[in-house]
């Protein structure tokens, strides 16, 4: 396969994890994010991972400020819209668990600054556009194989056979804003958590339904609070930042057809993003890549 050519769509967290199993292949990147680790959202490590420069991070964590037992998951699991969710709790909502956090990507070999315009998946072609804007430099990158980790909708809408897919993937608007932290926080924060060093952090799920947020996450600078609401109380504080986020719900039964159909032009997925995968943290992602390498030889 190393005489192939190798083109991985994405050089978020995604494709950096995809990369270190296909280190062969070439990166697509409209931003540059070779210096720009990131310990959040689906970006945690349950382990150390080869290819990769971590830091073991103590991370404790709660439901409703206290340990999580069946039940609490239960009515957390309700609350966020996963109800018929049976599956083992301790790896997410365990009291004390041992994550590592990303200092460093892998270096890769990518093509930085150049946005994707047009898939043509029957000549398996990428048409990219420096994002310079000094240039309307555009120019085609042949692929042999290619390894989605953008926002799957995203992907197909720039193909040309399937531009219209976007009732296939259903997701949930996240709000997500920093408070900062005050002083008696703070010294919570090191003295009752008994946290050694500055980046252990603490996570506390809520499950109470009046509650908008359903998560909080005490990290180095502060307190994370995540929403499936907009709470115009927090978006008015001029102390607090906000953004938008995603989470979704599992794919219809359409996305195991059209990933398959993508297969035979030479195309697959990887990442929470790119695959549409509900939960997928980045050791799945790196998992997966290594298992599609086996797979492609």
Request: proline fraction near 5%; aromatic fraction near 14%.
């Amino acid at each position: 396969m190393s005489e192939k050519s190798i083109v991985i769509l994405g050089g978020g967290p995604a494709g950096h994890a995809t990369s270190v199993a296909f280190p062969e292949a070439l990166v697509i990147e409209k931003n540059d994010y070779r210096s720009e680790a990131r310990n959040f959202g689906p970006h945690f490590l349950w382990r150390d991972l080869g290819g990769f420069k971590c830091r073991p991070t103590k991370v404790l964590s709660h439901i409703d400020g206290a340990p999580a037992t069946d039940e609490s998951v239960r009515r957390y699991r309700e609350k966020v819209g996963r109800p018929d969710d049976t599956r083992p709790w301790h790896d997410e909502y365990g009291v004390e668990a041992t994550q590592y956090d990303i200092l460093e990507w892998p270096s890769v070999r990518g093509l930085w600054g150049w946005k994707v315009d047009r898939v043509r998946l029957r000549d398996r072609v990428v048409r990219v556009t420096s994002t310079s804007g000094d240039t309307d430099l555009s120019v085609d990158v042949q692929y042999d194989t290619l390894i989605n980790t953008l926002p799957m909708p995203i992907f197909w809408r720039m193909t040309d056979l399937f531009r219209d897919l976007d009732d296939c993937f259903r997701w949930t608007p996240v709000y997500v804003w920093v408070e900062p932290y005050r002083e008696d926080q703070s010294v919570r924060r090191r003295e009752e958590f008994k946290f050694e060093n500055p980046w252990d952090r603490y996570i506390n799920w809520i499950s109470d339904k009046d509650n908008p947020c359903y998560r909080e996450s005490w990290h180095e600078n502060g307190v994370h609070h995540e929403s499936l609401l907009k709470d115009d109380r927090w978006m008015r504080e001029p102390t607090h930042t906000h953004y938008p986020g995603k989470i979704w719900s599992e794919g219809e039964k359409t996305l195991g057809l059209i990933t398959r159909f993508a297969e035979t032009h030479g195309v697959y997925f990887n990442g929470r993003y790119g695959s549409w995968s509900y939960g997928e943290l980045l050791h799945h992602t790196y998992e997966n890549a290594l298992s599609l390498r086996r797979r492609l030889g």
